[in-house]
C-alpha cells in the first residue's frame, strides 16, 4: 500500500510543472502565441558567412543557395536532369627552403587548379580539370640556387571523368525501384585514394563501378567496387609506367563497433618498368571512449623482379586521437612500422611516399622541392609522431605542434627526430596563409631545418 500511495505522489509531483506553464500560456501569453506563426520567417543568415560564389555559374539554381528547385527537362530514358555549370579551384604560391643535411633548396614555387564541374543531377556529373603550371612534378616558378626560372607549363587535361548510377539514369527499367539496378559508375580520368593514401593515391585513366548500400557478411552497410586504370599509372617510385595496366577490387564494409576497408590490386607491366605487382590492405576504424582509432596493414609482392618500382614489404600503422573536454583542438599519436619494402599500388608525382598520414613532419606539402622532414618512406623503419592541434580565434586560426621520430631497422643508422609546426589563417572565405617550420637532427647528417611561407586563394 505504501508503494502505491509513494507511485500516486510521484505523478502528482511530475505533473506540477507541466500544470503552470499552461497556466501561465493561459493567463499571460495569450494562448494563440504557443502555436507555430502563419507568416514565413526568412532564413536567418546571422552569424553565417555570406553563399561562396563561384567565378563563373551557369544554371537556373544558384551553387549552394535556396529558393524554388528548378524542374529541369526529362531525357528519353525517363530521368530528370537539371543542368548547372560551375567553375571553382585554387591557385598555391610559395616562398621557400629545405635543407635535409645533405643538399638544400629554396625556390619560389606556383600551382593552379582550375575545375569545371557540369551538374545534371545530384548523382551523375562530369568534371574537367587543368593544372597550367605543373608538369609531372615540376612547378612553375624560379629557382633561388640555380638562379633561373622553371617552366611547368602544362596544357593537357589532367582531370576529366564522367560519374553517375545506372538506376538513375535509366530510371524507366525500373519503376519501383525493386530490381537493383542502383550501380554507380566513373569512367575517365579521376583522382583516386585508398586505404588512407597508403595502397593508392594517383590521378588515372579508369573505368570503375561500384555497388553500394549492400549488406554483405552481416555488415550495417557496404560497398564494393571493380577498378580498371588503362593508362596514366603512376607506380611507388612516382614515375608513370606508360604501359602498365591496374586492377582492384575494392570493398568496405560497417559494423555496430568497427569499419573495415579491404582492398586488394595487381599491376600489369613490362619487366623493362618494374614488372607485376600484387597488393592488399586492410584497415579497421572504431573509437574506443573518446579515442579515435584507426588500424591498418599493407602489404606488397613483386611477382617479376623488385625494383624502385615494386618490391617485398609490409607496413602497419596505427592512428589514434582524441578532443579534449570543452576544445575543438585535437591531440593525436601516430605511428607505423615498416617490414622489408613496402611499395603502393599507384603514387602521383606530388604524393610523395606512404607515411604521409603520420603527421606534417612525415607529409609532402605537395608544392615544389621542400621535402618531408622525417621522409615518408617506409623501407626497414619505425617511426612516430605525436601532435597538437590548437584552433582559435573563431576557428579561423590553428597551429600544429608537431615531435616525431624514426629509425631503420636493419642496422644502418638512419635515426632522426624532428620539431615542427604550421601556422594557418583564413582571410574571408577566399585566402588562407600557411607557414610551416621545422628542425631536425639525423645521425651520419647533423642538423635538417625547412621554412615556408605559402598563400592559398579558393574560388
Given at each position: 500500500?505504501?508503494f ?5 505522489f510521484k ?11 499552461i497556466?501561465y500560456?493561459?493567463l499571460?501569453a495569450g494562448?494563440?502565441a504557443s502555436?507555430?506563426?502563419d507568416e514565413?520567417?526568412p532564413l536567418?543568415?546571422?552569424g553565417f558567412?555570406?553563399r561562396?560564389k563561384p567565378i563563373?555559374?551557369i544554371g ?11 524542374p529541369?527537362?526529362?531525357?528519353m ?8 555549370f ?5 591557385y598555391r604560391t ?6 635535409n643535411?645533405s643538399?638544400s633548396?629554396s ?22 580539370g587543368?593544372?597550367p603550371?605543373?608538369?609531372e612534378g ?8 640555380k638562379?633561373e626560372?622553371v617552366?611547368g607549363f602544362?596544357?593537357?587535361v ?5 560519374e553517375?548510377?545506372f538506376?538513375?539514369?535509366?530510371p524507366?527499367?525500373?519503376l519501383q525501384?525493386?530490381?537493383h539496378f542502383?550501380?554507380g559508375?566513373s569512367?575517365?580520368?579521376q583522382?583516386?585514394?585508398f586505404q ?5 593515391n594517383?590521378?588515372?585513366d579508369a573505368i570503375?563501378?561500384t555497388?553500394?548500400?549492400?549488406f554483405a557478411?552481416g555488415?550495417?552497410?557496404s560497398r564494393?567496387?571493380?577498378?580498371f586504370?588503362f593508362n596514366?599509372?603512376?607506380r611507388d617510385n ?8 591496374l ?5 568496405s564494409?560497417?559494423?555496430?563497433v568497427?569499419?573495415?576497408d579491404l ?5 600489369d607491366?613490362s619487366?623493362?618498368?618494374g614488372?607485376d605487382?600484387?597488393?592488399a ?6 573509437r574506443?571512449g573518446?579515442?579515435?582509432t ?5 602489404s606488397?609482392?613483386?611477382l617479376?623482379?623488385?625494383?624502385t618500382?615494386?618490391s617485398?614489404?609490409t607496413l ?5 586521437s582524441l578532443t579534449p573536454p ?5 591531440l593525436y599519436?601516430?605511428?607505423?612500422w615498416?617490414?622489408?619494402?613496402y ?5 602521383a608525382?606530388t604524393?610523395g611516399?606512404?607515411l ?8 609532402s606539402?605537395?608544392?615544389?622541392n ?9 623501407d626497414?623503419?619505425v ?11 573563431d576557428?579561423?586560426?590553428?597551429v600544429?605542434?608537431e615531435?616525431?621520430a ?5 642496422g644502418s ?7 615542427g609546426?604550421?601556422?594557418?589563417h583564413a582571410?574571408d ?10 628542425g ?8 635538417t631545418?625547412?621554412?615556408r611561407?605559402?598563400l592559398?586563394?579558393?574560388f
Amino acid at each position: 500500500m505504501k508503494f502505491k500511495i509513494h507511485n500516486y505522489f510521484k505523478r502528482i509531483f511530475l505533473l506540477i510543472p507541466l500544470l503552470i506553464l499552461i497556466v501561465y500560456s493561459s493567463l499571460f501569453a495569450g494562448g494563440a502565441a504557443s502555436r507555430f506563426s502563419d507568416e514565413p520567417i526568412p532564413l536567418q543568415l546571422e552569424g553565417f558567412p555570406e553563399r561562396p560564389k563561384p567565378i563563373i555559374e551557369i544554371g537556373q539554381n544558384p551553387f549552394l543557395g535556396n529558393g524554388p528547385i528548378d524542374p529541369g527537362f526529362e531525357t528519353m530514358t525517363g530521368a530528370i536532369w537539371q543542368p548547372v555549370f560551375i567553375v571553382y579551384g585554387d591557385y598555391r604560391t610559395a616562398v621557400q627552403t629545405f635543407d635535409n643535411g645533405s643538399g638544400s633548396n629554396s625556390e619560389w614555387v606556383n600551382n593552379l587548379n582550375v575545375f569545371g564541374n557540369l551538374y545534371l543531377t545530384p548523382t551523375e556529373r562530369i568534371l574537367v580539370g587543368f593544372t597550367p603550371l605543373l608538369e609531372e612534378g615540376t612547378f612553375s616558378g624560379y629557382d633561388f640556387e640555380k638562379d633561373e626560372y622553371v617552366n611547368g607549363f602544362n596544357e593537357s587535361v589532367q582531370t576529366l571523368f564522367f560519374e553517375g548510377d545506372f538506376g538513375e539514369i535509366f530510371p524507366l527499367l525500373d519503376l519501383q525501384d525493386f530490381k537493383h539496378f542502383d550501380y554507380g559508375f566513373s569512367v575517365g580520368r579521376q583522382q583516386l585514394v585508398f586505404q588512407n593514401g597508403i595502397m593508392i593515391n594517383d590521378t588515372i585513366d579508369a573505368i570503375g563501378i561500384t555497388r553500394s548500400s549492400l549488406f554483405a557478411a552481416g555488415s550495417n552497410a557496404s560497398r564494393v567496387t571493380a577498378l580498371f586504370g588503362f593508362n596514366e599509372v603512376h607506380r611507388d617510385n612516382n614515375v608513370r609506367d606508360r604501359n602498365a595496366k591496374l586492377f582492384a577490387l575494392l570493398t568496405s564494409a560497417d559494423y555496430n563497433v568497427w569499419s573495415y576497408d579491404l582492398d586488394i590490386g595487381y599491376v600489369d607491366a613490362s619487366i623493362d618498368t618494374g614488372g607485376d605487382g600484387f597488393y592488399a590492405g586492410l584497415s579497421g576504424t572504431r573509437r574506443f571512449g573518446h579515442i579515435n582509432t584507426t588500424l591498418s596493414i599493407n602489404s606488397s609482392i613483386a611477382l617479376d623482379n623488385e625494383s624502385t618500382a615494386i618490391s617485398d614489404g609490409t607496413l602497419f600503422f596505427g592512428r589514434f586521437s582524441l578532443t579534449p573536454p570543452y576544445t575543438h583542438d585535437l591531440l593525436y599519436f601516430n605511428a607505423f612500422w615498416g617490414v622489408d619494402e613496402y611499395s603502393s599500388l599507384a603514387r602521383a608525382p606530388t604524393a610523395g611516399g606512404p607515411l604521409g598520414q603520420t603527421g606534417i613532419l612525415f607529409a609532402s606539402v605537395g608544392l615544389g622541392n621542400y621535402g618531408a622532414a622525417l621522409g615518408n618512406r617506409a623501407d626497414r623503419a619505425v617511426g612516430a609522431a605525436i601532435g597538437y592541434q590548437k584552433i582559435f580565434n573563431d576557428r579561423k586560426s590553428q597551429v600544429i605542434f608537431e615531435f616525431g621520430a624514426r629509425s631503420d631497422t636493419d642496422g644502418s643508422d638512419g635515426a632522426a627526430t624532428a620539431i615542427g609546426t604550421r601556422f594557418q589563417h583564413a582571410f574571408d572565405q577566399h585566402m588562407i596563409l600557411v607557414i610551416d617550420a621545422f628542425g631536425g637532427y639525423r645521425q651520419r647528417v647533423d642538423e635538417t631545418f625547412g621554412l615556408r611561407t605559402e598563400l592559398r586563394f579558393k574560388f
